[in-house]
């Protein structure tokens, strides 16, 4: 969670007096103080010279933390909140979207998993070009110079079916300027651009005809798997906050979240996806890509769905 001293702009309350006193009992961060007795911090601050200033201060800090809680919401509010603001979003291959029930679900984080050239970043630039010909922005997160606007340009000319070609460019044009592409190699600049993306969405600095609707990271397991060497937690714990955070946006701000991931040999020589056990809880939805040897035909099969059942599987040619 944030440090106090990044509240001190926004908060007057939240200063380096009442940041020395919180430090002074080891606390450095919101989630510090949230770990500490606040009943105990009370009495503390009472001794002090300064007791009222800080005692507005803990109380300013507990206002923000409520402020910053979502709601607990009943059965019957997610029931309506999905269906009037997690609409679905079509892939632009069809049998995917019938694989999907219909397409990319926004709330919900979709993982590709797949071996290198199973056409997962295919998929990607696909699905992205389509969401942007629907007069809506993608965030795209490109971790290994894999985004290709020739590829872009291919699947809109493919599905504009315009008769000139100062039609098809313009339609190019807008579809590439709804696409917002970062350069991102390694997980903390992941992070530097998720939490401006998270501001920037609270403070709506998004045009009215292009709301975000589709964040893409390619690839997540690039990004995490340098992180998870050693025998400290702390790679652990980062991967666990990137996937929270990827669904709190998601969730918060009616997006679809779309991230791929390599696989590793598993037992018996079967392979399975990276990241282990922990991060296998982190998608709502998992598909495997696969290519047969000498075939340019990808296999897509349902490893995980909310409400459908494993196994089912789709063949496509169209992203390749």
Avoid at 30 to 54: E, G, P, R, W
Avoid at 260 to 285: I, Q
Wanted: with cysteine.
């Amino acid at each position: 969670m944030a440090p106090l001293k990044s509240l001190e702009k926004e908060y007057p309350l939240i200063d380096s007096n009442f940041q020395s006193f919180c430090a002074s009992h080891a606390i450095f961060s919101v989630q510090d103080f949230l770990l500490h007795d606040i009943d105990a911090l009370i009495a503390l601050a009472d001794n002090h010279c300064a007791s009222h200033t800080l005692k507005q201060g803990i109380d300013q800090l507990l206002s923000i933390i409520d402020t910053r809680h979502p709601p607990l919401l009943n059965g019957l509010q997610l029931l309506e909140d999905a269906q009037r603001n997690k609409h679905v979003l079509s892939t632009g291959c069809e049998r995917i979207d019938a694989l999907l029930g219909g397409g990319l679900r926004e709330g919900q984080l979709t993982e590709l998993v797949g071996s290198s050239s199973s056409g997962k970043t295919q998929a990607c630039l696909l699905i992205a070009s389509t969401v942007a010909k629907h007069k809506s922005s993608v965030i795209y997160l490109d971790t290994g110079n894999s985004f290709s606007p020739h590829r872009i340009a291919r699947f809109v000319g493919q599905s504009s079916g315009y008769g000139s070609d100062n039609q098809a460019a313009h339609t190019l044009k807008k579809v590439l300027d709804r696409i917002i592409c970062y350069s991102v190699f390694d997980i903390y600049q992941m992070f530097d651009v998720l939490h401006q993306l998270k501001t920037n969405l609270r403070s709506e600095i998004v045009k009215s005809n292009q709301h975000v609707r589709l964040l893409i990271v390619d690839s997540i397991s690039s990004l995490v798997t340098p992180i998870l060497g050693g025998s400290g937690p702390q790679g652990h714990a980062l991967m666990i906050s990137a996937g929270f955070l990827l669904k709190k946006l998601g969730h918060e701000h009616n997006i679809a979240v779309l991230v791929t991931n390599h696989v590793v040999g598993g037992e018996d020589g079967v392979s399975k996806p990276a990241l282990g056990e922990s991060w296998k809880s982190v998608p709502h939805v998992r598909l495997l890509f696969s290519q047969d040897c000498g075939s340019n035909v990808c296999n897509i099969s349902m490893l995980k769905h909310p409400s459908m059942a494993s196994g089912r599987a789709a063949s496509s040619t169209m992203f390749l």
